[in-house]
Nanobody
Framework: QVQLVESGGGLVQAGGSLRLSCTLS????????MAWFRQAPEKERNFVAE????????YDADSVKGRFTISRDSAKNTVYLQMNKLRPEDTAIYYC???????????????WGKGTLVTVSS
């Protein structure tokens, strides 16, 4: 089994920054693509960014282009999401997910964390 634990959420003013972390534990002998999704109140869960085992990176360009950066420390089994220039519309629960294949839809992910809340005030 695989467990994912997110941290780093909180309250920040518009224009500020936060860095989210997600640590994978348990069965780590397989290669996983690691992704971030987010879900705003009463909205569906949407893809934000993903990094695969080779370091290839994918973003939802429309929503986070030029503001968010995903990175990975394989030695620590940890993935990060650096979020800059935050906007009130970025307010959501941010979920970390892992998949054995590169995927950008929630239904394709194999494991999920419990999420961390990011609130951006105007």
């Amino acid at each position: 089994q695989v467990q994912l634990v997110e941290s780093g959420g909180g309250l920040v003013q518009a224009g500020g920054s936060l860095r989210l972390s997600c640590t994978l534990s348990g069965r780590t002998d397989s290669y996983y693509a690691m992704a971030w999704f987010r879900q705003a109140p009463e909205k569906e869960r949407n893809f934000v960014a993903e990094i695969d085992w080779s370091g290839n990176i994918y973003y939802d360009a429309d929503s986070v282009k030029g503001r968010f950066t995903i990175s990975r420390d394989s030695a620590k089994n940890t993935v990060y999401l650096q979020m800059n220039k935050l906007r009130p519309e970025d307010t959501a629960i941010y979920y970390c997910a892992a998949s054995r294949t590169v995927a950008t839809i929630p239904g394709a992910m194999n494991y999920w964390g419990k999420g961390t809340l990011v609130t951006v005030s105007s």
